[in-house]
């Protein structure tokens, strides 16, 4: 964890905390292509058939993290597709591809909830895109980190919907995250963690779906519960921004962007960043780095970022009714 810090171990040039980015971008493909470029990142395949993720090495801007995204596809620019959901010329029915881990995990949400499992089918036929983002001065289990998780808890299905309105996709492409798992794992109006042991134990109640074996396998392993230390654990909490684990240390992946042209998601994942760094300034230089116990504390953050930010915000928190028409229906 971080040591506690001050205003006054800060230095201008520290203003722009975000230091490392990386992109996990889903897309469709009919063409099964594999690529990995060393110290760039790679191309994959996902869940669904001709489904495919660009993943990227941790660069120092978003500029830089985009330019490793247009290496990846490369030549083949006109094979892919970077859109919210499965186009039709592709199919529409559900298939998995073929990889032990999918087996798993429709497993063990079978046990989680019986007779909900089906309902994951859905991340076969849509796209979406992660930002993963670190600092030396952000700790993503901390009070900053938790603080991160809060606001955006809130405000996630209101900056999803006004980039479905600008981009004219993407619409309802929240809403598949829920009713597959324990609804723990997934968006809640209302979950505010009133600081860092609040987040851990919340975590950590949770079973864990699976153990790994010697080969890096998943299987289920019912009875266990989960740990901020193990990776794969973390990779089953399904919320707008979640703590992660990676070969470099702990980072934080923001989840409420939809798959789009990498031009355009250039542009929102662009705002995403300054949103962060907004809240980062707003918890480290008005709020002292004090924890944000309660929503009612955080009406000053909510205010600022609707100042600063760039994009139309409200200066308040949704409410519960804002925030489920927002995440069902935008």
């Known amino acids: 964890m971080s040591a506690i810090l001050t205003k006054a171990d800060f230095s201008p040039e520290y203003l722009n905390r975000i230091q490392t980015i990386g992109m996990e971008v889903e897309g469709f493909s009919k063409k099964k292509l594999e690529v990995e470029i060393p110290g760039c990142g790679?191309?994959?395949?996902?869940?669904?058939?001709?489904?495919?993720?660009?993943?990227?090495?941790?660069?120092?801007?978003?500029?830089?993290?985009?330019?490793?995204?247009?290496?990846?596809?490369?030549?083949?620019?006109?094979?892919?597709?970077?859109?919210?959901?499965?186009?039709?010329?592709?199919?529409?029915?559900?298939?998995?591809e073929k990889k032990p881990r999918y087996n798993a995990l429709r497993e063990a949400l079978e046990i989680e909830v019986p007779g909900q499992s089906h309902?994951?089918?859905?991340?076969?036929?849509?796209?979406?895109?992660?930002?993963?983002?670190?600092?030396?001065?952000?700790?993503?289990?901390?009070?900053?980190?938790?603080?991160?998780?809060?606001?955006?808890?809130?405000?996630?299905?209101?900056?999803?919907?006004?980039?479905?309105?600008?981009?004219?996709?993407?619409?309802?492409?929240?809403?598949?995250?829920?009713?597959?798992?324990?609804?723990?794992?997934?968006?809640?109006?209302g979950c505010w963690f009133k600081d860092s042991e609040d987040m851990i134990h919340f975590i950590e109640s949770l079973p864990s779906l699976f153990a790994v074996t010697d080969n890096d396998e998943?299987?289920?392993y019912p009875g266990s519960k989960q740990s901020i230390n193990n990776p794969v654990d973390l990779t089953f909490m399904w919320r707008f921004l979640r703590p992660k684990i990676g070969p470099i240390g702990p980072y934080l992946e923001l989840r409420y962007l939809p798959s789009m042209k990498l031009d355009l998601a250039e542009k929102y994942v662009n705002q995403a960043v300054d949103l962060i760094e907004i809240l980062l300034e707003w918890f480290w230089y008005c709020n002292d780095g004090q924890p944000v116990t309660c929503i009612e504390e955080a009406e000053g953050a909510f205010e600022f970022l609707a100042r600063r930010s760039r994009i139309d915000l409200l200066s308040k928190p949704l409410t519960e009714d804002q925030w489920h028409d927002l995440f069902n229906n935008h």
């Open 42 to 96: 790679k191309r994959i395949g996902e869940a669904g058939k001709h489904m495919f993720e660009l993943i990227t090495a941790p660069y120092y801007d978003v500029a830089s993290s985009f330019g490793a995204l247009r290496r990846l596809i490369n030549g083949d620019e006109g094979n892919v597709s970077f859109v919210p959901s499965r186009p039709t010329k592709f199919g529409q029915e559900i298939i998995w």
């Open 218 to 220: 998943l299987h289920v």
């Open 119 to 189: 309902l994951v089918d859905k991340m076969t036929t849509h796209a979406a895109i992660h930002v993963n983002f670190s600092g030396e001065l952000i700790d993503p289990f901390g009070k900053d980190g938790v603080f991160l998780n809060n606001m955006i808890n809130n405000l996630a299905p209101l900056l999803a919907a006004l980039v479905h309105k600008e981009v004219g996709r993407g619409k309802e492409h929240l809403s598949i995250w829920q009713k597959f798992a324990k609804p723990e794992r997934f968006p809640q109006y």
